[in-house]
């Protein structure tokens, strides 16, 4: 089957917010995916949604009241006060009280659990929220960069429906919060591929991997600088493969992060577009019904270009698409080539290096051995 129902959520309000001068989350990043995906005439092809706005009530399904009640209440003005003179929430620089912040996070959350709605009503094959992928947020506070935990919501969401649920994070960072979320139960399934060691937030070697009866339930794949498209496979498929076969979960998530891209401003992986994309089509492939979120990316023009060929890859057009961009209300930030590529560069694999990648896989897939047929 090549062509599936696809659900786009996106509200055309998410590009207006900003987290302030210099700071390297831009929610306009959304819009340059949006006028790209209009571009290429996919919308036509998708139900295209707005998402209902999550309200304080929906979000309390994972943080507490008093955490939803302070972002409901919070402003640029305020912050300093309402934050106990930045003792609590953990509002720094990384996540800046900024104007509308609120109904910034109402419109990522809400977006993630309309296509987790979406995806359980059978209404859709694929689900997608780009403005979703808010993976480090915690119950009581903000982290890097992320304050409502849109990814948890629709977790909850989708637990209503399958008894169990596939998150998968290829982000440059650590899936934290949603580990952290669902860490004691075997009903969710979480695997991270990261860049480890000296880096945010630090969390997620391979001995973290559940507690209780969630143990072996989390899995971790710690990954060093430099990894190529190739590397990367060799690790992703087997796992991955291992994961369906073994778990059969009832739906899945996958966090699309585009800061494992190369040239990523804040990542250091060296991915390109479509060793990106091969995650999407790799899991497109086994059938099973698929949300795909957003989250990290910080060299726009690239989360734009890979967002919009993951778009085409959940719509199964994606041969049919034209390497070189259509015009767009952003065509000159895709200079100078103008083409849907993200190319990799010349840094070293350091994980190829010294056999860390295969022992990393092994060790993954031993962790999965364990676990019940
Ligand atoms: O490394 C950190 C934490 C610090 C303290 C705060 N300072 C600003 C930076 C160092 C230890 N935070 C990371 C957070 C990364 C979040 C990634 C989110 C995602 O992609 O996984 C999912 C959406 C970090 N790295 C870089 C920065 N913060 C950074 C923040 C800024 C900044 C420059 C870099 C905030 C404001 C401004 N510049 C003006
Ligand atoms: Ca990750
Ligand atoms: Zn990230």
Request: proline share 5%; glycine share 10%; with cysteine.
């Amino acid at each position: 089957m090549s062509k599936r129902r696809v659900a786009y959520f996106y509200d055309g309000d998410t590009g207006s917010y900003t987290y302030g001068l210099g700071h390297p989350m831009k929610p306009h990043r959304m819009r340059v995916t949006h006028d790209l995906v209009s571009a290429y005439g996919m919308l036509d092809k998708m139900h295209v949604l707005r998402p209902k706005r999550a309200t304080p009530e929906v979000m309390s399904a994972f943080h507490t009241d008093e955490y939803i009640h302070f972002l409901n209440r919070v402003t640029p003005e305020t912050a300093e006060e309402l934050t106990y003179h930045g003792t609590r929430f953990l509002m720094g620089e990384d996540n800046p009280a900024f104007e509308g912040v609120f109904e910034f996070c109402s419109i990522s959350a809400g977006g993630s659990i309309s296509a987790a709605q979406r995806i359980s009503s059978g209404a859709a094959d694929i689900a997608i929220n780009w403005a979703g992928g808010l993976h480090h947020a915690k119950k009581r506070e903000a982290s890097g960069f992320c304050y409502v935990n849109d990814i948890v919501l629709g977790i909850l969401e989708l637990l209503r429906t399958y008894p169990r649920v596939l998150y998968i994070d290829i982000d440059c960072h650590h899936g934290d919060g949603v580990e952290e979320a669902f860490y004691t139960t075997d009903r969710v399934m979480t695997c991270s591929f990261h860049k480890f060691g000296e880096y945010f937030p630090g969390t997620g070697t391979q001995e973290d991997r559940g507690r209780g009866k969630g143990r072996n339930y989390t899995v971790n794949i710690p990954l060093k600088d430099g990894i190529t498209d190739e590397a990367f496979k060799r690790v992703f498929e087997p796992i991955i493969n291992k994961i369906m076969e073994i778990y059969r979960p009832g739906a899945v998530i996958l966090q699309c992060g585009a800061d494992s891209l190369a040239g990523d401003k804040l990542g250091c992986f060296n991915l390109t577009m479509n060793g990106h994309a091969h995650c999407v089509q790799y899991l497109r492939a086994f059938n099973v019904p698929l949300i795909l979120l957003g989250g990290g990316g910080y060299t726009v023009k690239n989360v734009a270009r890979t967002w919009t060929y993951e778009t085409a890859c959940a719509l199964g057009v994606q041969d049919d698409i034209d390497p070189n961009l259509p015009w767009n209300e952003y065509f000159e930030w895709f200079g100078p080539r103008y083409r849907l590529e993200v190319p990799e560069n010349n840094m070293d694999d350091l994980n190829v290096r010294d056999g860390s990648l295969d022992k990393v896989r092994a060790t993954a897939l031993q962790q999965l051995s364990q676990l019940p047929c």
